[in-house]
């Protein structure tokens, strides 16, 4: 197995999972912020914008993290740590 490419594979992953928790950090402020004014189209925007940065990252921490696991163990039940199950 070639250390770049799991390393790039790794890079992703944490890539994702920091976009994730950065949109979605942000949105809550955001909220919060406008909880005592109107929601207008722009706020409601600006949300569904949010939505779609964090779903999509999900989507790429998952499909990484599979690979992960995939290159590490070949989906192989008797390699798959504790740690690894529960993250599943």
Do not use: E
Not at 1 to 8: C, E, G, Q, R, Y
């Amino acid at each position: 197995m070639s250390f770049l490419l799991f390393d790039t594979i790794r890079f992703v992953h944490l890539l994702a999972v920091i976009i994730g928790f950065g949109v979605s950090f942000f949105a809550d402020v955001m909220i919060l912020r406008t909880l005592r004014s109107r929601v207008d189209r722009h706020t409601l925007a600006t949300i569904a914008l949010q939505h779609r940065i964090v779903l999509s990252a999900l989507a790429v921490m998952w499909a990484s993290g599979l690979t992960l696991v995939w290159l590490r163990t070949g989906f192989d039940a008797g390699q798959i740590s504790p740690k690894v199950y529960g993250k599943l």
